[in-house]
């Protein structure tokens, strides 16, 4: 049977100050657990993690295609569980990539705070890394807790990038995430700004954004609709029926999604050239050591499980000045 192929639907409420986004990701999906199962020295990820991890796929997905930002989009949850780090980067021709450390057990339900916010000091970061920089330029990074304004914890993602949205943006955002091992899916409603294009990067912060927030009647009404979605149906129905069941009685304006070639796919920015200059920054000493120890330097991508191999003469000529360096040896294995 033909797999089906991740999709993007961006929509308007006709008259109101609201928007919309549902993202479905299937293949790019399948292929990034496919790729974390073949690994021999981790194999698939464990039920909860790869539920979270496919969260923010989606998650990532969504913001990705709300904003107009011509760079990636990289969402990391990291903190003091088993789950050190969970990154997911979209690039901005939605090429998705996705990785998780998981460096003790993982309860068969455990919550995010068990797996990544045990002492409640875990993070959840958004980073906007633009992809032509200028000179000075940093990525815009944006933080937030893993708990609410009370200082409890919070247990879904969903709640902790609502809380982001809320604070960086001051716009009221409702999502709805859900994640198995075929489909990572997700439905984000948000009120329009009432000031200013801006995006991620905070250019919408005003003081009439600040004003509308939780007051505005639309888009409570709309944000009420879309909670209702099971995890069930985000899953199984396709996106026709899911904007039909819930938005029946509303005026919907859906552009062109983004299908076929433009949809979310999976890819990887690792190289040969990268891991280079990787082993350069660890300096001849500590390249030798290994060496030494091991006969080669390998170095794995923990995104796409590609293993780069350099034997003693390849290690060599990554030190050796740019003039001075022959044709390579092994490739990519």
């Not at 909860?48 to 011509?70: H, R, Y």
């Not at 690039?91 to 705070?113: C, W």
């Not at 927030?213 to 029926?241: C, F, M, Q, W």
């Amino acid at each position: 049977m033909e797999q089906c192929v991740s999709e993007v639907h961006k929509f308007l409420f006709d008259g109101l100050p609201v928007r919309g986004v549902l993202v479905r990701l299937t293949d790019a999906w399948v292929e990034i657990l496919r790729r974390r199962a073949s690994s021999g020295a981790s194999g698939a990820y464990p039920l909860p993690v790869q539920n979270l991890l496919g969260e923010m796929v989606a998650a990532a997905t969504l913001m990705q295609s709300n904003i107009k930002f011509n760079g990636s989009l990289i969402l990391q949850v990291f903190g003091d569980g088993p789950v050190k780090l969970a990154v997911v980067e979209v690039m901005p021709n939605f090429g998705v990539r996705a990785t998780a450390t998981v460096l003790g057990e993982v309860a068969p339900e455990a919550t995010l705070s068990a797996m990544v916010n045990v002492n409640n000091e875990g993070k959840c970061a958004i980073t906007l890394d633009p992809q032509t920089r200028f000179p000075g330029q940093q990525p815009y990074q944006g933080v937030v807790p893993l708990f609410d304004d009370e200082h409890e914890k919070l247990e879904k993602l969903s709640d902790v990038l609502e809380h982001y949205m809320l604070q960086s943006e001051q716009l009221d955002t409702t999502l709805v995430l859900a994640a198995d091992g075929e489909v990572a899916a997700g439905l984000l409603i948000q009120r329009l700004p009432m000031a200013g294009s801006g995006n991620l990067a905070g250019s919408m912060v005003s003081q009439e954004n600040e004003d509308e927030i939780g007051v505005n009647e639309h888009y409570n009404r709309i944000a009420i609709l879309a909670s209702t979605l099971k995890r069930e149906e985000l899953l199984t129905l396709d996106v026709d029926t899911i904007l039909r069941r819930l938005f029946w009685e509303e005026s919907i304006t859906r552009f062109e999604p983004l299908t076929g070639d433009e949809a979310p796919h999976f890819s990887c920015t690792c190289s040969r050239e990268r891991v280079s200059n990787m082993i350069l920054g660890l300096g001849v000493a500590e390249a030798e050591s290994i060496i030494a120890e091991r006969g080669d330097i390998e170095v794995g991508c923990e995104f796409c499980g590609i293993k780069y191999h350099f034997d003693p003469i390849d290690a060599a000529q990554i030190f050796l000045p740019k003039e001075g360096m022959v044709p390579p040896g092994s490739g990519v294995q």
